[in-house]
């Protein structure tokens, strides 16, 4: 009989213990706050005209308040990024979806990719050319496939069996994004690529990119681009590789990143972020700042945007300027675009 009674005891104790942690859990997820983080490109952006900047501004305010609204209502923090990054991608003011820059053929080739850092999941294409919104492709590599990242006309196959907007080309292409290519082809005197992303001396990058912490303390990250100005015809950036232009973990942060793609994927850089902060306990700031530093040191330039599991931003740019806003549950919002 002893024995059985010890047993029966065990089971009870276990059984509330277990109990017990569950609900500390989602008391403690409930507490964590939510939060959002936006960039439009990292550049030398000096002095923009009055009602350029207020532009700019609207815009990053309208796709801010869109995530920033699915995450008040409970919404994940994927669909978030998604949301977000669907505003900037219908803005010609960016480059990503409409107006997106154009390769050294005047053609849009447009890349994207999105994680779930609850999971690791992760979707992305590259070189597209027809789909309205490149986020959602690469949500659909996520959820609808068994692989990360689809390219060209294949991913555009594949996308047009779903519920993906297809576009055609003359969509993408705005006369500013003309206009701004053929100046750099005749400076450049040839129509060779040269991945240039100089306009007039003043390098411009414009990509968008989105972090987000949901109310369930999960973390995502996305980003968008149409990569680099008069770049060569299948030239792919950082953006939709995973651990370079895009990354996120529960486990320490989620990262969104924007300048020379060609060093963000040879420092691995926004998983080298969560790498600092996983291994070397760097606080999210200081392992951003050092990785655009490492980056600096072998010639690029950009920046990026983060967020960590305990819902703190930062964000670290050798640039002018970088397009960018954040917003949090604590009420606490800014909209930027200069250094200060
Ligand atoms: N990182 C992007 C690329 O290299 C460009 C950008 O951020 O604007 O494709």
């Not at 983080?37 to 009055?50: D, F, Q, S």
């Not at 760097?282 to 050092?290: I, P, T």
Request: aromatic share 8%.
């Amino acid at each position: 009989m002893k024995p059985n009674i010890v047993l029966l005891l065990f089971f009870m104790a276990s059984f509330y213990s277990c109990n017990q942690s569950q609900t500390q859990t989602s008391i403690s997820q409930t507490k964590i706050p939510y939060a959002i983080v936006i960039h439009g490109g990292a550049g030398y952006i000096n002095n923009l005209p009055p009602e350029v900047e207020k532009a700019y501004k609207e815009k990053l305010n309208e796709a801010l308040n869109t995530g920033y609204l699915v995450l008040k209502n409970g919404g994940t923090a994927i669909e978030a990024v998604q949301k977000t990054i669907n505003v900037m991608e219908d803005s010609p003011l960016f480059n990503a979806g409409k107006g997106c820059v154009l390769n050294s053929k005047g053609k849009p080739e447009m890349d994207a990719s999105i994680m779930d850092g609850s999971n690791l999941n992760c979707g992305a294409v590259a070189g597209v050319s027809h789909i309205k919104n490149p986020i959602n492709a690469a949500l659909l590599v996520k959820d609808s496939t068994r692989h990360v990242l689809l390219a060209g006309q294949g991913a555009e196959e594949f996308c047009k069996q779903y519920d993906i907007i297809i576009k055609d080309e003359k969509y993408f292409v705005t006369q500013k994004r003309l206009k701004q290519l053929q100046q750099i082809q005749n400076k450049e005197h040839k129509k060779t690529a040269q991945s240039t992303y100089e306009f007039n001396g003043i390098k411009k990058y414009g990509t968008v990119g989105c972090v987000a912490l949901d109310k369930q303390g999960h973390l995502a990250a996305g980003t968008s681009t149409g990569g680099l100005m008069n770049k060569q015809y299948g030239r792919i950036g950082d953006s939709p590789i995973i651990g370079a232009g895009t990354y996120a973990d529960d486990q320490t942060c989620g990262i969104s990143c924007t300048g020379t793609g060609e060093y963000f994927i040879r420092t691995v850089a926004a998983y080298n972020v969560s790498a600092l902060m996983k291994y070397q306990n760097l606080s999210l700031h200081q392992a951003q700042k050092q990785t655009i530093k490492y980056i600096q040191n072998l010639g690029g330039d950009g920046g990026m945007i983060g967020i960590d599991k305990q819902g703190n931003i930062a964000w670290f740019f050798n640039t002018k300027g970088m397009f960018r806003a954040y917003k949090k549950s604590t009420g606490e919002q800014q909209i930027k675009i200069y250094a200060q």
